[in-house]
């Protein structure tokens, strides 16, 4: 197969699996969320809703449902899932709950169904267009790309992460996109939906022997908060591409080398993120950018006729039919 059709193949899935992702009422959805979309009017069944991990109190009565999470029936029978991993639509179900219990707990957000306004209902729907997270009130819609979903390529632990830790315009987009990819690649039973398995910093350094230009201009954002963030994540494709990869390795290097604790205070810095690198870390935001490149620069190399190839492995593997 030529590498040309295999990154054109590439950039396809990108644009098709992954989306801005962040919990969000105004971007990156396919419907306006101040009416439910039509299909979650009929997907509400009170009757099959069930309640997760309901507790008790210090009386041995039960109180209600932190949030209740769930792919409905008709949702599932719409997709072929004869690629999938997943047999039933319970072995979905209860893998979304492990996501959403060990996620919560990483990123010490536990509680994380109380930032909403009322007992959150997560409803998981498949659609054509790109992956993503949309919130009306109480009710969030996990929207997975229908085609990655049914050959294992949904980015689902990303997008749960979306709903954990909900992002906000007033905080770095690199930070909630790095979060989320990470995320992925820790406790995701399918490849990183950016980096397809292979390591965020060995990716990273291939972009930046071979894009030097476009790599730079990326890097500089990174972290910022700088408003040219959401041009990149939202731009063309090969500078959408290294923005997520280049976030997935900045946030991969904060928290495997300082911790999760300070990241998920850097993350929810609103009034003068760059001062907080310093104030958590000891470190200047260009003393950190300048040790996390210097990993970077020191990961093992990958060149791009070993990057096709791995994405050509990767789509037989998975059935991809734009793979072949």
């Not at 507790?55 to 029978?77: C, I, K, Q, S, Y």
């Not at 995701?188 to 790599?215: C, Q, R, S």
Request: some cysteine; overall charge negative; charged content about 25%.
């Amino acid at each position: 197969m030529k590498n040309v059709t295999i990154i054109m193949a590439f950039f396809l899935l990108l644009l098709l699996l992954i989306g801005c992702g962040a919990v969000t009422n105004d971007i990156e959805v396919e419907h306006d969320v101040t009416e439910p979309p039509p299909e979650v009017i009929e997907l509400k069944s009170p009757e099959i809703i069930v309640e997760d991990d309901c507790p008790e109190n210090n009386d041995g009565e039960t109180l209600p449902a932190r949030f209740t999470a769930r792919m409905f029936d008709n949702v599932w029978e719409s997709a072929n899932m004869e690629h999938s991993r997943f047999q039933t639509v319970e072995d979905f179900n209860s893998q979304a709950d492990y996501y959403i219990s060990v996620i919560s707990e990483f990123v010490l957000r536990e509680n994380w169904y109380e930032q909403y306004s009322d007992t959150p209902s997560i409803e998981f729907l498949l659609r054509d267009r790109i992956s993503h997270v949309a919130e009306q009130g109480n009710r969030i819609y996990v929207n997975l790309n229908k085609a990655g979903f049914e050959h294992d390529l949904a980015p689902i632990a990303h997008e749960i992460t979306h709903v954990i830790v909900k992002s906000s315009h007033d905080r770095t987009v690199s930070l909630d996109e790095g979060l989320a990819s990470f995320m992925q690649e820790r406790f995701g039973k399918n490849p990183t939906v950016h980096t397809w398995g292979i390591d965020a910093h060995m990716l990273a350094k291939m972009f930046f022997i071979n894009y030097e230009d476009d790599y730079s201009s990326v890097f500089s954002v990174i972290g910022s908060g700088d408003s040219q963030e959401d041009r990149y994540m939202s731009g063309e494709f090969h500078l959408r591409q290294i923005f997520y990869v280049l976030s997935h390795s900045f946030t991969k290097y904060l928290i495997e080398t300082y911790g999760i604790d300070d990241f998920m205070k850097l993350h929810a810095s609103r009034d003068d993120l760059l001062d907080d690198y310093h104030v958590l870390y000891g470190k200047s935001y260009e003393e950190i950018k300048s040790e996390w490149h210097s990993v970077v620069e020191s990961s093992p190399g990958m060149t791009l006729e070993e990057y096709d190839n791995h994405l050509e492995e990767l789509f037989d593997r998975h059935n991809w039919p734009f793979g072949s």
